[in-house]
């Protein structure tokens, strides 16, 4: 028996030892090159999928690299900087030869995503703009979306949009008053939730869909443009992978000081004016006891002192403040370097039956004032092929936010009626907290100061750690889909997502906080019998509260058909989709709250309460809120493509969407929206001559996307805003007037594009042309007075046209070990309205009006208007206009209701016409440099000036002030109007929309700057690969056109408008 046990192994050892010997002594080698040029890659990284074994080029790009492996074939991924990576399946032996390509993106290798399916490129007809991982991670935006504007094609973004939303425009305005924003699209399903809850950490690629072929799938909601988001998947025959993201960066404090502002001693100049002349006589005498400054009450005591000391110091504590500049106290002790720290840790793996990814990510941002966010990503992601033909696929994405507010930035604190002087002062010089004059006059607080009430001083600098916020929000994404491969040609699939955010929002003032204190005493009650207050609101915090809850379902069926034949091609999709949203949401307010041990008081909310102060008697907020919506989508969609000889190209693509939100009709609430298109490969005829162009493209499309707005439906609604303050029953408003006709707004599109590659691909890139004509768009309409809700009503009766260019340019500059490679996005567009009811054709409706809609048939949606300028009076320096062909001071006249837009100046579009990015990447053995600029042409915008009405009543004062007009002559070297008192009637409402306040905003900015060092593992070391990168964003202007030298995407206010200080990171990833 033992023996034979004996024999047995030498038998096995006989049979496993030479195959274990053959295994050692495999190899496998070959040369690595640059696809076009055939120039060797030195340097490249060569390592097994399975395995840890790896190696390099050498300088004539050779390799070689054992194997231990039984099969016939080897898996290997290789690798260099400035090149695309690959995975190859070779087999073992040598005189292989394996071409890379530049990171010059190829035309014909890019396969973009519509969220119904993958496309090449080379296959579509439609606009796409596509960003890989590699660019998207050269930068170190917190938000997915802030880093898309410095590489995406056809993106532009509006800074001074009226809300964070509204920014992002694909291809400029598709709509005048619908919603701006883009769809969003994340892992094949429309996206509900806030974005800045996504990891870029885990974003595989953005593909940007521009015209109608492209997006029209999306039917309804793809008029604005689509912006698809994939995350990371797994990649099949893969060992088990790990990645390690590190990322930390820090922001310097912003400059105060670049914004353009009165200093302390003119505005103590002007104050000693306005008391010199009486202005203040009012406020001093009031019974309402508003806020007087520091100054004023500083020229009260010296106008009533007999005492030539007294009035030495005070002149000596009015020069004293004249040297003050409350942003030196705002930079010292509220402004602090940014932080932000991001972590990723990614594991992925694949087999022939599994392919799953997973990575955990934790981030932190602080900014330059404490406000703090930190967010947590969970995601998975899996492919189980359960047999040869059916496919099961998970996925789970999962975040967690929590923010808290920080410290007050400037322009946040202020006095009385929004202002701030300039000399204020936040601290003593022992840095202690110095209150600052907020609602009520200073002496008036200290007459009240033994009367029992609570101390009602406000302390900037103490005031924020009592009054905080706080925001929770978790977004969750679970999806799953089957996947089954029906016989011949075709193949099923059944997709579901579910979708829920949750958010918690809490804003706490303690009872230290003045909210807390200025709400108790405003409402205390004087007792005449002791002469204390007694406190009708209880005493303690204010603690408001909301709660938020969005879910959406999405279920679609599709059908796929491929079918392949000699010359022939049709691949096509069909399919069907159900979507249903759900938002609620409810709030309510507490007082008298104590953190500590989580009681509050009740008190009566149904009566008035007599104001401590003013004697007005006034309802206390009660803060309750309670809000539900529900929107549901059905779609039927197809999507067809027939290629002959690859050479011919012809795609179609219809869907048709219903809605609740639309018509009382059938045929209203179901839209149709289509597109066709054509492509010639050029290239690929006998014909032609690749020695010069290698690859050229003819393509086509029409077709109709559309838009909507949730807020518009079709029935008249009443919208109730709880009980009644005096009847204490419910009560309701007029929220939408009957509207049977209501539609989706259509926006057709043409377009035309040529893409090229020259040989070698030394250049490449693609030039579109297109013109979009939207119709049925939302617009005013009139109304009926006697419907009681007003003489307009919104109805689908505008229209509008745009036009434009795309040009995306790649060029391979030098190749070999220095590789240097650019590229450039030029946009161009244009819009105009073609249709519209002007409300009124007033000019101060064009130039000061709430909205910035000009509403004007063939003038851009967003146009910029002035009113004509003819100087400054040189007598005493009036601003000047024109009237009836002579200068004229006689505001009223061309400011009124008498005078029309046809008086005013157009100067231009509001939104760049011309906009778009640029770039260089040089790489040099492991090192790469990249550099990226934007840059936006041809648009307008209105600059802040000094206004002395808004000066003289809340120390908002510009740095014009010092500008302006005081003798005779000035006039031929300012545009700054005198200071009157009073006064001019009428002249505020004239010169700041004059002609002269009216800039280019062309301007190129630096975007950000990233050096990357690759570092190669070692056959043996326990790391695969490491790339260390050094970034800075925000690098600022390079050029601007306006005079005044002001940054134009951040020229809002002159307290807040100041450009986005720079950002330095360091970053470490490493695969293992």
Not at 111 to 126: C, F, L, Q
Not at 489 to 517: C, H, K, M, P, V
Request: a positive charge; glycine letters at 8%; hydrophobic letters at 35%.
């Amino acid at each position: 028996m033992r023996s034979i046990k004996i024999y047995g192994l030498l038998l096995l050892a006989t049979v496993i030892f030479p195959l274990f010997i053959q295994a050692q002594e495999k190899k496998v080698s070959g040369i690595i090159i640059e696809r076009g040029s055939g120039k060797a890659i030195a340097g490249a990284a060569v390592k097994l999928l399975k395995g840890k074994a790896g190696t390099t080029t050498d300088a004539k790009g050779i390799f070689e690299i054992d194997v231990k492996d039984r099969d016939n074939t080897v898996s290997l991924q290789i690798s260099s900087i400035g090149f695309r990576a690959i995975d190859t399946l070779l087999t073992f032996g040598a005189g292989h030869r394996i071409e890379l390509v530049s990171a010059a993106i190829g035309i014909d290798e890019v396969v973009v995503s519509t969220g119904y399916g993958a496309i090449p490129k080379e296959r579509a007809t439609g606009s796409f703009s596509f960003v890989g991982k590699d660019r998207i991670n050269e930068q170190i935006n917190f938000n997915i979306m802030d880093r898309l504007p410095a590489v995406a094609s056809g993106l532009v973004v509006d800074r001074n949009a009226k809300s964070a939303k509204d920014q992002f425009l694909v291809r400029g305005m598709s709509t005048i008053q619908g919603e701006t924003q883009p769809l969003i699209v994340l892992d094949n399903f429309p996206f509900e939730g806030d974005l800045n809850s996504i990891n870029p950490d885990d974003i595989q690629n953005i593909t940007i869909l521009r015209d109608a072929a492209a997006a029209s799938i999306w039917g309804a909601r793809a008029g604005n443009g689509v912006i698809v988001i994939t995350t990371k998947k797994g990649t099949a025959d893969q060992k088990l992978k790990i990645d390690l993201n590190l990322l930390t960066t820090v922001q310097q404090k912003p400059d105060l000081f670049s914004l353009d502002r009165i200093s302390s001693s003119d505005m103590v100049n002007v104050e000693t004016m306005l008391f010199d002349k009486g202005y203040y006589d009012a406020s001093i005498n009031s019974a309402q006891h508003p806020v007087l400054s520091p100054i004023v009450e500083l020229l009260i005591r010296k106008k009533a002192s007999q005492d030539q000391n007294e009035i030495t110091a005070i002149e000596q504590e009015i020069n004293r403040l004249r040297n003050v500049d409350v942003r030196n106290d705002f930079e010292k002790y509220l402004y602090r370097i940014g932080l932000q720290q991001q972590t990723t840790v990614g594991l992925s793996q694949g087999t022939d039956r599994l392919i799953w990814n997973a990575s955990v990510g934790n981030g932190l941002q602080i900014d330059n004032l404490d406000n703090r966010v930190r967010r947590n990503n969970v995601l998975m992601n899996a492919k189980v092929l359960l047999s040869k033909s059916l496919t099961l696929e998970g996925g789970m994405n999962i975040s967690f936010q929590n923010m808290r507010s920080g410290r007050p930035g400037f322009g946040s604190v202020s006095a009385y009626n929004g202002g701030l002087f300039p000399y204020a002062e936040l601290a003593d010089a022992d840095g202690n907290a110095l209150p600052l004059l907020k609602d009520w006059r200073g002496t008036y607080l200290e007459q009240q100061a033994d009367k029992g009430l609570l101390d009602w001083q406000y302390y900037p600098l103490e005031d924020y750690k009592h009054s905080v916020q706080k925001q929770q929000m978790q977004n969750t994404i679970l999806s799953t889909a089957l996947t089954y491969k029906l016989p011949k040609w075709f193949g099923l699939s059944l997709r579901y997502q579910y979708q829920s955010e949750s958010g918690r929002t809490e804003n706490l003032s303690d009872i230290d906080s003045y909210e807390a204190r200025n709400t108790v005493n405003s409402y205390a009650v004087l007792n005449a019998a002791t002469g204390k207050a007694d406190f009708k609101i209880p005493k303690g915090g204010i603690f408001d509260q909301s709660n938020s809850m969005l879910r959406s379902h999405n279920v679609r069926g599709q059908l796929d058909f491929n079918w392949e034949r000699g010359p022939h091609k049709v691949y096509a999709l069909l399919g069907s989709e159900l979507r249903t949203v759900s938002s609620r949401g409810n709030g309510n307010r507490l007082y008298g709250y104590n953190e500590d041990n989580l009681s509050y008081a009740l008190f009566d909310l149904t009566v008035p309460y007599v104001h401590y102060v003013t004697g007005a008697r006034n309802y206390v907020m009660d803060g309750l809120s309670i809000s539900q919506k529900e929107n549901r989508f059905i779609s039927t969609f197809l999507n067809a493509s027939y290629l002959f000889e690859d050479k011919y190209t012809v795609t179609f693509s219809a869907r048709r969407d219903a809605s609740n939100l639309f018509g009382l009709n059938v045929k209203d609430k179901w839209n149709p929206f289509w597109s066709a298109g054509l492509g010639w490969t050029v290239s690929n005829e006998k014909f032609w001559n690749k020695d010069l162009i290698s690859y050229l493209k003819l393509r086509g499309t029409y077709g109709k996307t559309g838009n909507l707005n949730p807020a518009m439906v079709a029935l008249t609604t009443i919208k109730y805003a709880g009980p009644n303050p005096y009847t204490q029953t419910p009560y309701a408003r007029f929220d939408n007037y009957v509207n049977p006709e209501l539609k989706w707004e259509s926006v057709s599109t043409v377009n035309i594009g040529l893409d090229f590659a020259l040989k070698n691909k030394r250049i490449s890139g693609t030039l579109e042309g297109y013109i979009k004509n939207g119709s049925n768009l939302y617009g005013i309409a009139p109304l009926d007075y006697t419907s009681g809700i007003g003489p307009f009503v919104m109805k689908n009766v505008a229209a509008m046209q745009g036009k434009g260019l795309d040009l995306n340019l790649g060029t391979i500059n030098t190749t070999g070990q220095l590789r240097w490679t650019s590229d450039v996005n030029l946009s161009f567009n244009a819009d105009k309205i073609t249709k519209y009811h002007m409300e009124s054709r007033s000019a101060n409706q064009f130039i000061s009006g709430i909205n910035p809609i000009s509403g004007k048939e063939g003038s851009p949606v967003y146009s910029m208007y002035s009113y004509k300028w003819m100087g400054l009076d040189p007598k005493d320096g009036a601003a000047l206009g024109l009237l009836d062909g002579q200068p004229s001071r006689e505001y009223r006249k061309f400011t009124g209701t008498n005078a029309t837009v046809d008086d005013l100046i157009f100067h231009g579009s509001i939104l760049p016409k011309i906009f778009g990015s640029f770039g260089n990447t040089i790489a040099w053995r492991d090192w790469a440099l990249t550099m990226r600029w934007t840059f936006k042409f041809d648009y307008y915008f209105r600059r802040e000036t000094v206004r002395y009405s808004s000066l003289f009543s809340t120390w908002n004062g510009h740095g014009d002030f010092n500008k302006r007009w005081q003798q005779p002559g000035d006039e031929h070297k300012t545009d700054i109007p005198a200071m009157f008192y009073p006064v001019l009637s009428g002249a505020e409402n004239f010169y700041p929309y004059a002609e002269p306040f009216v800039e280019r905003g062309d301007h190129v900015r630096f975007e950000y700057l990233n050096l990357a060092y690759r570092i190669k593992g070692a056959p043996k070391s326990w790391f695969k690969d490491v790339l260390l990168s050094f970034n800075v964003n925000n690098l600022g202007l390079i050029y601007r056109k306006n005079r005044a030298g002001i940054d134009p995407d951040f020229s809002k206010s002159s307290n807040t408008g100041f450009s986005p200080s720079k950002i330095y990171s360091f970053n470490i990833k490493c695969s293992l």
